[in-house]
T-cell receptor, first 110, second 115 residues
Framework: GQNIDQPTEMTATEGAIVQINCTYQTSGFNGLFWYQQHAGEAPTFLSY??LDGLEEKGRFSSFLSRSKGYSYLLLKELQMKDSASYLCATMLDGNRKLIWGLGTSLAVNP | DVKVTQSSRYLVKRTGEKVFLECVQD?????MFWYRQDPGLGLRLIYFSYDVKMKEKGDIPEGYSVSREKKERFSLILESASTNQTSMYLC??????????????FGDGTRLSIL
């Protein structure tokens, strides 16, 4: 079957670094997406990884290990506006659909 | 920028009513999706479409139908609304065919309440 796991909640301090993990078990794999969703708003696309390694985009970086079925989203220099839910989703090979995790709710405290 | 527009931000309907939720995208995307999002259950796919007049069931299609008569518009229909269909409904679109690596872009959502 298809399954994605990520922590339900995390807390961090403004200015710090936080790593949000995502593990997946899927029968086929064609990439992993990270989305950010603020309360009451729609998800917005952050990053896409299909090859092993780290992709950096400003304060946000995303890492993928296909052999381990593992990804993480790294947020640096945390700001209060980074308080949001972070959703991990995988694209199955040969499929247009995404398999979604339940999201990690990140609270950034002053 | 991709723009996905949902017809209503908030909607209140009564049980048994037929409800239409409309979604329009302006980027000529092939794929369009309807999700509902509930606390603790995450995003659940209701239906999706990869071409005009084409549709495929998602994970929870019961009680819903869809229509895609034009490429830019994807409608979700609640045939006979029930209280357990009270939820946030999100429309999304994406470029490309099978296994594509293009992200889904979401509308602002419709918070639907069925009384």
């Amino acid at each position: 079957g298809q399954n994605i796991d990520q922590p339900t909640e995390m807390t961090a301090t403004e200015g710090a670094i936080v790593q949000i993990n995502c593990t997946y078990q899927t029968s086929g794999f064609n990439g992993l997406f990270w989305y950010q969703q603020h309360a009451g708003e729609a998800p917005t696309f952050l990053s896409y990884n299909v090859l092993d390694g780290l992709e950096e985009k400003g304060r946000f970086s995303s890492f993928l290990s296909r052999s381990k079925g593992y990804s993480y989203l790294l947020l640096k220099e945390l700001q209060m506006k980074d308080s949001a839910s972070y959703l991990c989703a995988t694209m199955l090979d040969g499929n247009r659909k995404l398999i979604w995790g339940l999201g990690t709710s990140l609270a950034v405290n002053p | 920028d991709v723009k996905v527009t949902q017809s209503s931000r908030y909607l209140v309907k009564r049980t048994g009513e037929k409800v239409f939720l409309e979604c329009v995208q302006d980027m000529d995307h092939e794929n369009m999706f309807w999700y509902r999002q509930d606390p603790g259950l995450g995003l659940r796919l209701i239906y999706f479409s990869y071409d005009v007049k084409m549709k495929e069931k998602g994970d929870i299609p019961e009680g819903y139908s869809v229509s895609r008569e034009k490429k830019e518009r994807f409608s979700l229909i609640l045939e006979s609304a029930s209280t357990n269909q009270t939820s946030m409904y999100l429309c999304a679109s994406s470029q490309g065919g099978l296994g594509g690596n293009q992200p889904q872009h979401f509308g602002d959502g419709t918070r639907l309440s069925i009384l």
